[in-house]
């Protein structure tokens, strides 16, 4: 028989973003809620994201800007898709899966809730919503006081071990005691930067009760490519790019257009972290390219003509025509990967190389090596099938009482804050949606 003191209305496993926000959805509703933490501090990744500014949410799910108390960066076009619907495409198929939750707490409600505890946000030109101090600790400390307020119990270094069913709801044990809950909210997060605790401990637990997993894969993570020269220009940004994730043939599995960075394993940056989710999506990543367009402004045959143009205009150096967004460095790589020397000047450039050079301009190719993995992965692709959870109510289809919420789903969206508002509506709807009736199953 488990002690009077240990028994709650619901447990939230993990006090990450979705289940402090579940936590503190049911505690004000009347429920009496605990939330077991295994680090020694909660809300670990939150302090960790968006470089530890925290990007809160995304505009394009805004349709009233006026919730924004902070500047917005006039390089944001609020004009584009906006609404709960834009948010939703963000997560490919799974995105119609978060509709429920989306209206349980829409963008400007999430906005709302961290406006009212103090903190002040902005909208970037990418649409990414910060904290104006772009610090990550006012948005954990903004969740701890409302959670304070809401009378749900924290308890931090408590790792769960197992969680059975019986006639009472659930015995969740730890290594100190075991617990009785009439609910269980499982929020521990994926496998993704496994340093803030997430080790897939909730795929067990899912499979305990029946659940598919679907196998989880690191997204939205730097990509290694197979290529000598890329390594070479570690620390070089280009701040517009397409990039895109093809096969040997058929159309793209994946378009971003965004910023890129060259790092000495390979290349990272937004454009690249969003398209890796193709990867993470695809058997044989070793089969893929990626493809790059560096001058998106500018067409094929435009940028032909003006390199020829170029090359009869002195003696230049090729790799001082090439368009202006490239940099020299990366001009001269492109020549080696064209198999032009470096120090070819424009009038003895041949057609078939600036054919070549063009192509790689526009279409450069880079054979997939692999990504860094789930040690430096933001978010997880995979997890507990959308098929058996309930979106109205994340409650498991399978195991009545246990409900899934946050990145143990299998649901995984673009970067940009759209994961980060996946885990506060999941966490709100889960809240809203646990019976404050003791009496009830």
């Given at each position: ?20 926000m ?40 805004l ?81 701890l ?15 769960v ?20 809950a ?24 899912a ?33 517009d ?9 058929g ?11 060259f790092a000495?394993?390979g ?37 032909d ?83 058996e ?14 409900f ?21 509506s ?7 949606a ?8």
């Open positions: 028989m488990i002690e009077t003191s240990n028994n709650y209305d619901a447990i939230v496993v993990g006090a990450g973003a979705a289940g402090l579940a936590a503190i959805r049911a505690a004000e509703r009347g429920i009496r809620v605990l939330i077991l933490e295994k680090n020694r501090r909660p809300g670990v990744k939150i302090l960790m994201s968006g470089g530890t500014r925290c990007n809160i949410t995304n505009a394009r799910g349709r009233n800007l006026r919730v924004i108390s902070g500047p917005i960066d006039p390089a944001y076009d609020p004009r584009e898709g906006r609404g709960a619907r834009s948010i939703q495409d963000a997560f490919g198929p799974g995105g119609k899966f978060l509709g429920p939750a989306l209206r349980a707490l829409s963008v400007e409600e999430t906005v709302t809730v961290f406006e009212s505890e103090g903190v002040a946000t902005k909208i970037e030109g990418n649409g990414k919503v910060f904290p104006v101090s772009d610090r990550a600790s006012d948005v954990l400390d903004a969740l006081r409302r959670l304070e307020r809401s009378s749900a119990m924290l308890r931090c270094l408590c790792p071990l197992g969680i059975e069913a019986n006639h009472e709801g659930f015995a969740v044990r730890t290594a100190g005691e075991t617990f009785q009439k609910r269980v909210v499982l929020a521990v997060g994926g496998q993704s930067f496994p340093g803030c605790g997430t080790s897939g401990d909730g795929y067990e637990i499979r305990h009760f029946g659940h598919t997993i679907v196998p989880p894969r690191p997204a939205l993570v730097p990509l290694r490519v197979d290529s000598d020269w890329v390594p070479t220009l570690k620390g070089l940004t280009l701040p790019v397409i990039a895109s994730i093809q096969g040997p043939t159309p793209a599995h994946c378009e971003r257009r965004e910023a890129l960075l000495h394993f290349l990272t940056g937004p454009a690249i972290l969003d398209v890796s989710r193709a990867i993470a999506r695809h058997e044989g990543p070793h089969r893929l390219d990626l493809v790059l367009d560096l001058v998106p402004t500018d067409r094929f045959e435009a940028l003509q003006q390199l020829q143009s170029a090359s009869r205009q002195g003696r230049k150096q090729v790799a001082s025509l090439l368009p202006g967004p490239i940099p020299r460095r990366l001009a001269e790589a492109l020549l080696i990967a064209s198999n032009i020397r470096t120090d070819r000047v424009g009038p003895d450039l041949t057609r078939e190389e600036r054919i070549r050079l063009v192509t790689n301009l526009k279409r450069l190719r880079l054979p997939v090596q692999g990504t860094l993995g789930f040690a430096k992965a933001e978010v997880t692709s995979g997890g507990v099938s959308l098929e959870v309930d979106p109205k109510t994340l409650e498991s289809r399978l195991q009545p009482g246990l899934f919420i946050g990145e143990v789903l299998d649901i995984d969206g673009l970067i940009g804050g759209y994961n980060f508002q996946a885990a506060w999941t966490g709100w709807l889960a809240g809203e646990i019976s404050p009736d003791p009496n009830s199953p």
